[in-house]
T-cell receptor, first 110, second 116 residues
């Protein structure tokens, strides 16, 4: 399982774009990159997944450079409700088991 | 049901007692996971099931912890002789590997365990 490294915490302001970068230097060929979001007192929920280049959905964008050794989750125009912990996970599509790290605690300020 | 459910939502017990935590996964999901989360910490993997078998029990903290899954559905996590350090939120998730988004896990609301 590829190890991931992401910032422990980040602060930003309402209306700003927030970018959270995750490093995964030993990512393998079959690994996908997945991000989860966890609000206080709730379980994590899936927000986006990608393999290479760029993926966008209604919640976020995920940018993955050609070497795939890092990825950046981009949240456009954040609001106070985006305050949460964001987890970056890397794993093989054939694996059932994935590992959550400590995540990035994002705090949005008014 | 529509999502993963867990019971009880809260459990307060005395040190040394046994507790059972229950997880009902999404119908049809073959994989089931247990995690533990201490206050302000990330998720700690405990065990996962594929069907009724547990290929990986490496995350169980001690032999006081055990889990089973019957009928490929409901799972029970049992903690014997609870200790204060067992206090945490226990989260269950289920997934259906190989279908659609790779291994997306759907989480339940968790059981908050407090050992006095």
């Amino acid at each position: 399982l590829a190890k991931t490294t992401q910032p422990i915490s980040m602060d930003s302001y309402e209306g700003q774009e927030v970018n959270i970068t995750c490093s995964h230097n030993n990512i393998a060929t079959n690994d996908y990159i997945t991000w989860y979001q966890q609000f206080p007192s709730q379980g994590p929920r899936f927000i986006i997944q990608g393999y290479k280049t760029k993926v966008t959905n209604e919640v976020a964008s995920l940018f993955i450079p050609a070497d795939r050794k890092s990825s950046t989750l981009s949240l456009p125009r954040v609001s106070l409700s985006d305050t949460a912990v964001y987890y970056c996970l890397v794993g093989d599509v054939r694996d059932d088991k994935i590992i959550f790290g400590k995540g990035t605690r994002l705090h949005i300020l008014p | 049901g529509a999502g993963v459910s867990q019971s009880p939502s809260n459990k307060v017990t005395e040190k040394g007692k046994d507790v059972e935590l229950r997880c009902d996964p999404i119908s049809g999901h073959t994989a089931l996971y247990w995690y533990r989360q201490s206050l302000g910490q990330g998720l700690e993997f405990l065990i996962y099931f594929q069907g009724n078998s547990a290929p990986d029990k490496s995350g169980l903290p001690s032999d006081r912890f055990s889990a089973e899954r019957t009928g490929g559905s409901v799972s029970t996590l049992t903690i014997q002789r609870t200790q204060q350090e067992d206090s945490a939120v226990y989260l269950c998730a289920s997934s259906s590997p190989g279908q659609g988004t790779y291994n997306e896990q759907f989480f339940g609301p968790g059981t908050r365990l407090t050992v006095l």
